[in-house]
């Protein structure tokens, strides 16, 4: 072979062999995306039995029906399609609007939609940074490190729904505006209990609570004034400093 020809056919090799790395690292950010939207896509049961098999929160705390997510991932999941606004995303929301919600339902109920989003998931979730980071909190969101023990079983609903919409520094901070040194002591106790004290800056006090989501108040995060890259950020630096002391405990 000639030199010239040696010499192109060693650079096409070279462009080719980092085209595949650089087709690798993109697939595998959305490797972590994927298993969580493929799990809300399969989880159709319902009830304690089904819910001890089958939901992430109770299979990593062997079974405990106390158990759950500290940070939601569907909603940073919304958010980031939103801050995007792809064409397709506009109209899976608008037949959200339209057909989901008289049925009091969502796109995350929607096998269609979820589909969908697989198939195409850098239409969706194109590969920039932002992505990056969400692919990182989905790694740390199914992890044990995202998994709180309730005290009550039905703090699950109740920080889910208005006005909370599982923003925990706003149920934490209304949990915390009490008069009641008793209820507080409790409260201290159980944030402690399970480790989340760097939800505050400083002691375990309403007024320390942080600003994850870049409003500028804790009782503030409408999505459209949520800042989505501070919220990513601020979830994951919450995720990693608790699987750090997690690990240390065991």
């Given at each position: 072979m000639k030199s010239l020809e040696m010499?192109?056919?060693v650079t096409d090799k070279h462009t080719e062999k980092m085209y595949n790395k650089s087709a690798i690292k993109k697939k595998d950010t959305y490797v972590p995306i994927l298993q969580k939207i493929e799990y809300w896509r399969d989880y159709n049961g319902t009830?304690?039995?089904?819910?001890?098999?089958?939901?992430?929160?109770c299979i990593l705390t062997?079974?405990?029906?106390?158990?759950d997510t500290l940070f939601s991932l569907w909603l940073p999941l919304r958010y980031t399609l939103n801050y995007y606004g792809c064409e397709l995303w506009d109209?899976?929301?608008e037949f959200e609007a339209e057909k989901l919600r008289p049925q009091k339902l969502g796109l995350k109920d929607c096998?269609?939609?979820l589909n969908e989003l697989i198939e195409n998931i850098d239409l969706f979730l194109p590969p920039t940074e932002l992505t990056s980071l969400l692919s990182e909190l989905f790694e740390l969101g199914q992890?044990?490190?995202?998994?709180i023990i309730l005290p009550y079983?039905?703090?699950n609903s109740r920080r889910g729904y208005q006005p909370y919409w599982e923003y925990l520094p706003h149920f934490l901070y209304d949990l915390m505006n009490t008069e009641s040194p008793v209820f507080l002591k409790a409260v201290s106790t159980w944030l402690q209990s399970e480790q989340l004290e760097m939800f505050f800056n400083?002691?375990?006090?309403?007024?320390?609570?942080?600003?994850?989501?870049?409003?500028?108040?804790?009782?503030?995060?409408?999505?459209?004034?949520?800042n989505v890259e501070h919220l990513l950020r601020s979830y994951i630096d919450i995720l990693r400093a608790r699987k750090s002391i997690m690990m240390d405990v065991a």
């Open positions: 010499k192109n056919f009830g304690d039995l089904y819910r001890k098999e089958h939901d992430l929160d062997d079974g405990n029906l106390f158990a109209k899976w929301k096998p269609d939609f992890q044990r490190c995202n998994v079983r039905s703090w400083g002691s375990l006090d309403k007024s320390n609570l942080k600003d994850l989501a870049g409003t500028g108040a804790v009782w503030r995060h409408k999505p459209n004034e949520i």
